[in-house]
């Protein structure tokens, strides 16, 4: 079926299968690589992505479900050249290692952002526990959403 | 990667829509909403609707609302919304301690609170928090409306009285003074329940006017602690009684053994569980 | 953060400009024209005879191109393959199915949702044999045959192997006034990382050549594999290995899907890609540990540590398929002795076969350092208890002194360099001991649960000399290529392949110290074997230690080239040059010098080089390392255990580490901090077990738990130093360190909580239901299903 979804601030329309999920319509069809996927089950979070503004999980929403919707990437974070908070954040306090999980931890940490500018650290953790990193034992995502909030008050625009 | 078989898909626009669509498509079609329970399931090929009937754009069941003496939630009212709720934390604190314990935020932004009450999962959280409650659902089909206590509402694992072609629109919980809390212990953030256990307890003058104990994930027939409810009835709030009654719920459940625990550690759970549930529900009334 | 203008320090990645962009580019997310796309069909059973396989329907399916399967491969010779161990492993199955969710044919379409479609099409006949699920019963008279493929086969028995004196460590355990003995199992766990295993095999017929992009922590390695198991000469083929989404041991081997997208792309003409979904991952792929072992300890009754003995029994699944130096069929277990100073030791291991996927080492493990260390540290713990002696006063009063380095420990290995004392006075300064030990009696008298435990470990890294380590007959050696171009801007091509470790800055870093130019302009170019040396790839701690001093030894020779060229240009003697950094100087007049970058042009320019000097400054080198480096550490973990209903939480962890000296100390602290969220996942709750009928389950991240945000605590580190006297650098390696030393800090904190309970052991993972039967006295066996 025909379907019209907004990423990134731009619309696409696409003939796609019902089925079709949508993080493979966001890699497969729109070729926007940077949301991943790691477990089918919605258990790891690194295909979160906005889905009307808010965070969910890609693998386990249909990409027709997204119809005459808008979605946000980790892509769509950055306004040009000026990287939003969370990515400065991540880049100074080591926040990534494999990079495999950082899109989605992104995109959790810019939302937690917009709806609470100054998250304690026990919030940064909750906010982020339906995600999993294998590589930093969270810590320095921690610090580095931390940063972001004391470093960038507001997105990039 | 896992995907789901090949299945027709509608987006219904009202109730009635969905409900005209689920008889056009017949019993092989379901219900999709936020589809974290479903989705899964077709994924690992464990499900195969021939036909989903996506009933996210139906904001008429998206609301929270008080009507009638009753909290009201729309069956497609999101995890997290409810947690969010004011009024439902005011007059149900219960909700929010399950919902904080549901999955995960990212998760809850999306599952819906009527989707994981139709999964009936023996390990869902909220089937044994609206049965506490004694929660009413109303359910909607081509041919009118009824009403359904949560108790009566599951058949068994993964079975509820929905027939096909009906949908469940809204949960309904009478306002009514209480103290409530639900208590879960799980093998890490965010998974399923080893065990949990809700409470509930109207008080009226240093008498349990009525009480209400779900245990999730412990194999309580109808997620329910009957006799231990029936033992607390009429008595005064004592820590001796909710020992008791905490004795009496584990001796009466039937869990399963499975890689969360053995059978003799869930049913000391549903003890432990009992007994903490009721403390924290009274604690509450300070 | 900021970033230094040279050599070593803190300074931001700079890989990560393109991760926080959504612009790394992991295999799935390569995009070659006319790719195909597979699936596997896996056996549903663990251990079943194939009669019959039909593949008509899903072939019948318009969009399946092949089906391939194990006849298909047997006519090509390509049915089985061989293991990093010496045995063989099939690709396909074509006689039997050993372990749940092995291969059995390879379905190729034009989309990736069709070809999952179509395995439900492919109909295959089993004919179920009884499996063997307890390791403890694989050699049982009666036990069924796994591996009836070998000719002569008659048990499961795979290997015997020892280290250290049997027979003076029984007599030191005979004379001994204290013995403690307990068995431990180290269960079955999976590296799990979050981007699952995925290939692209796509051949050229026309030239003949093979490129393969693959998530492999070992390029170099897995061409010249590729070219035994598939005849391809070697030159003719290409593995690119592009970011890794982690690794962690778990994209060392080669796996069947990867050969038969080779072969799928030779008979289809096209690029064929398969990406193994989390299912696949965790229960076909190599898994870690699986060691039941039974230690004991002896000593004083002062508390004079004397002996260790120890048996081991390795569960190694269906192939023997672990990835280890071919001389240690059981890596590295035998520094089991820890960091100790003993009189003697001895272990023993035996292999078994059982119908469970094959593997065995990996996540971080160090070749079986984790399983060791896990064993000694539980062991002087328990040693503690019975003597009734405070856990550190133990541990100090037995660790090597720092003039016993160089060290030869009882099983044979001579560590390098430590200071363990200091090590652990750090520890117990930085966590505030004697006032935890204090808080601790006071809830004791409340009735709460708070435990405190310790571990010190010895890790053994940087595998490893060539004359004693080899994988499938390739030494350890890696190699380094450095290119100085006329600007002064350099390029690295390394042998090792970054998981996430960062060597796009570290080994910038390494060049910018040696060389003393800026980290940035430094290139660092890996993961491609048509544009890297040779080498075994990034495992086993190894990247800086090995390919860390290739890098390091190719730099000096460029800045001894370096001097050449500037006393041609200075017109002095290379005697009268100094060095500092980035510059060579006239000795005693500092201004009289030439930059790096002043040389590098001149080495390219028409300049005239003394007779026998060649142009220009590029070098390599190939590291054979002398010796493996030995970092050390020691952890403490603090905990709350809530004896109602077993669950614990993990309040503090306080982890010293000394791993030499640190390229980036960012970089190293953030392993270790990952390595401290496996601590807690393996304590608590990873796990693989496996039911009556050989069942998996840990099949999914919903069985499979691996702790999140909320699980861990913010991570206390403080650090030594004490540098490796034979790496050029003084680095010793860090990757997994902390995985291997932290389990055993939060077992012994978990058992120390449970100790007014009488609780002695209980094994991993302590999950609510564990704990709380240990408290019963009736401890749950982790490696079965929980009945």
């Given at each position: ?157 | ?286 | ?117 179509a395995l439900a099409l492919v109909d295959v006949d089993y004919d179920p044999l009884p499996p063997v699920v307890d390791a403890r019963t694989a050699l049982d008279p009666d036990a069924p045959v796994i591996r009836d493929d070998r000719e002569g086969r008659r048990d499961n028995h795979i290997f015997d192997w020892e280290a250290g004196d049997a027979a003076a460590t029984d007599r030191v355990f005979a004379g001994a006034a204290v013995v403690v003995a307990q068995d431990v199992l180290y269960p079955r766990v999976h590296p799990a990382p979050l981007e699952t295993c995925a290939v692209i095999a796509d051949h050229d017929v026309v030239t003949g050549k093979l490129t393969v992009w693959a998530t492999t922590q070992a390029p170099h390695a897995h061409r010249t594999l590729l070219a035994t198991i598939t005849g391809i000469p070697e030159h003719r083929i290409r593995v690119v290995s592009p970011d890794v989404g982690g690794g962690f041991g778990n994209k060392v081997p080669i796996y069947p899907a990867y050969v038969c997208a080779v072969a799928g ?523």
């Open positions: 079926m025909q379907i019209a979804v907004v990423v990134n601030g731009e619309e696409h329309v696409r003939d796609v299968e019902p089925r079709l999920l949508l993080v493979h319509f966001l890699r497969e069809d729109l070729g926007l690589t940077g949301t991943h996927w790691g477990c089918d089950t919605s258990n790891c979070g690194v295909c979160v992505v906005h889905l009307d503004g808010v965070p969910v999980k890609s693998c386990t929403v249909l990409a027709v479900m997204a119809d005459g919707r808008e979605v946000r990437t980790v892509e769509g974070l950055a306004r040009g050249a000026d990287l939003d908070p969370v990515q400065r954040g991540f880049i100074a306090c080591h926040g990534l290692q494999c990079g495999f999980c950082t899109p989605g931890m992104l995109m959790t940490a810019r939302w937690l952002l917009d709806h609470d500018p100054d998250p304690s650290t026990e919030d940064i953790r909750a906010a982020l526990s339906g995600q999993l990193c294998r590589c930093t034992g969270y810590e320095n995502i921690v610090r580095s959403v931390r940063w972001a909030a004391e470093n960038g008050s507001e997105a990039a625009s | 990667m896992q995907v789901p078989a090949s299945f027709q898909y509608r987006k219904a626009t009202s109730v009635a829509h969905a409900l005209s669509l689920l008889a056009e498509y017949g019993p092989e079609a379901r219900v999709v909403a936020g589809g974290h329970s479903l989705l899964p399931m077709m994924k690992l090929r464990l499900a195969h609707p021939e036909a989903l009937v996506d009933i996210n754009d139906l904001a008429e069941l998206a609301e929270i609302r008080v009507e009638g003496g009753a909290l009201v939630i729309g069956a497609l009212v999101r995890h997290a919304e409810l947690l969010s709720s004011a009024v439902a934390g005011r007059h149900f604190p219960i909700l929010h301690d399950a919902e904080r314990v549901i999955a995960d935020p990212i998760v809850r932004n999306r599952g819906t609170v009527g989707g994981s009450l139709c999964q009936a999962d023996p390990s869902e959280d909220l089937s044994a928090v609206f049965a506490a409650l004694r929660a009413e659902l109303v359910v909607r089909g081509l041919d009118g409306e009824r009403v359904v206590a949560a108790r009566d509402f599951f058949v068994g694992p993964y079975e509820t009285v929905l027939a096909d072609g009906e949908l469940l629109v809204a949960i309904r919980v009478p306002i009514r003074p209480s103290v409530s809390a639900y208590v879960k212990v799980d093998r890490r953030a965010g998974d399923w329940a080893v065990g949990a256990a809700a409470a509930v307890l109207e008080l009226a003058g240093g008498v349990v006017a009525e009480v209400g104990i779900g245990l999730t994930a412990l194999g309580a027939r109808k997620f329910v602690a009957a006799e231990a409810e029936d033992h607390l009835r009429a008595g005064p709030p004592s820590g001796e009684r909710f020992a008791e009654a905490a004795r009496i719920a584990a001796a009466h459940c039937a869990p399963t053994a499975d890689q969360r625990g053995p059978v003799d550690y869930k049913r000391h759970l549903a003890g432990e569980l009992v007994a903490r549930a009721l403390r924290g529900a009274v604690g509450r009334a300070a | 953060m900021t970033n230094t203008p040279t050599g070593f320090g803190r300074m931001t990645r700079k890989e990560d400009a393109r991760f926080v962009r959504g612009r790394g580019t992991y295999v799935d997310d390569v995009r070659l024209p006319g790719t195909l796309h597979a699936a596997v069909l896996r056996s549903p059973l663990a251990h079943a005879r194939i009669t019959a396989i039909d593949t008509r329907a899903a072939e019948a399916h318009p969009k399946v191109r092949v089906v391939i399967t194990g006849a298909v491969l047997a006519d090509r010779g390509l049915a089985w393959m061989p293991t990093l161990s010496g045995d063989v492993q099939a690709v396909l199955a074509t006689d039997k199915v050993r372990f749940q969710g092995q291969e059995v044919a390879f379905v190729i379409a034009d989309d990736p949702y069709s070809a999952r479609d792309s030779m008979l289809t003409g096209r690029p064929v890609k398969w990406t193994e979904d989390r299912s696949e991952n965790l229960m076909a792929t190599t898994f870690a540990r699986d060691y039941h072992m039974h230690g004991e300890i002896a000593s004083t009754v002062d508390g004079k540590i004397l002996a260790l003995r120890v048996r081991v029994l390795a569960d190694h699944g269906a192939f023997n398929g672990t990835a280890q130096p071919s001389k240690y069929p059981a890596g590295f277990f035998h520094i089991v002795t820890g960091s100790y100073d003993l009189e003697a030791a001895h272990c023993s291991v035996t292999g078994v076969y059982t119908n469970k996927a094959p593997g065995g080492v990996a996540y971080a493990c160090s070749f079986r350092v984790a399983e060791a260390s896990f064993l000694v540290e539980r062991l002087v713990d328990l040693l503690a208890l019975e003597l009734d002696v405070d856990p550190a006063e133990l541990r100090m009063r037995n660790l090597l002194r720092p003039e016993q380095f160089p060290y030869t420990c009882s099983t044979g290995w001579e560590y390098d360099s430590g200071d363990y004392p200091r090590a652990l006075a750090l520890l117990l300064e930085t966590a505030g001991y004697r006032e935890l030990r204090a808080e601790q009696a006071r809830r004791r008298e409340l009735g709460e649960h708070l435990g405190i435990g310790l571990s010190f470990f010895t890790e053994a890294v940087g595998a490893g000399p060539r004359k004693h380590m080899d994988i499938v007959g390739l030494g350890m050696a890696d190699g380094a290529e450095l290119r100085v171009h006329p600007t002064g801007k350099a390029v690295l091509r390394i042998s090792v392949q970054s998981q996430g470790q960062g060597h796009e800055t570290t080994f910038a870093q390494i060049v910018a110290h040696e060389l003393g130019i800026g980290p940035d302009d430094v290139d660092v170019v890996h993961g491609d074997t048509d544009a890297t040396p040779f080498g075994l790839g990034t495992y086993g701690s190894r990247s800086t230690p090995v390919s860390g001093a290739a890098a390091s030894m190719a730099a000096r020779k460029v800045r001894e080239r370096a001097r050449i060229v500037a006393s041609a240009m200075l017109e002095v003697s290379p005697d009268d040059l100094e060095w500092s950094p980035g510059r060579w100087s006239v000795r005693g007049d500092p201004t009289a010098g030439k930059s790096i970058t002043e040389i590098a042009a001149a080495a390219h320019s028409d300049l005239d080089l003394p007779d026998g000097v060649e142009g220009q400054l590029d070098a390599s080198c190939v590291y054979n390392p002398p010796n493996l480096t030995f970092p050390f550490g020691a952890y403490l973990c603090v905990v709350e255990v809530d004896p109602g209903t077993g669950q614990v939480v993990v309040r503090r962890f306080v982890a010293v580490d000394d791993c030499g000296v640190r390229i980036n100390p960012s970089i190293v602290e953030g392993q270790v901090h990952g390595g401290l969220a496996d601590g807690i996942g393996v304590a608590l709750m990873e796990l693989i077990a496996f039911d009556p009928d050989g069942n998996h389950l840990g099949g999914s991240f919903m069985d499979y738990l691996l702790p999140t945000a909320v699980d861990c605590p913010s991570w206390e580190l403080a650090e030594t130093v004490t540098p490796s006297p034979h790496h050029p650098l003084g680095a010793k390696g860090i990757g997994e360190c902390a995985t291997v030393g932290s389990p055993a800090a939060v077992v012994n904190a978990v058992m120390d909580a449970l100790r007014p309970f009488g609780v002695r052991h209980a094994d991993m993972p302590l999950t609510p239901a564990a704990v709380w039967r240990a408290i019963q006295g009736r401890p749950l066996r982790g490696d079965l299903a929980i009945d």
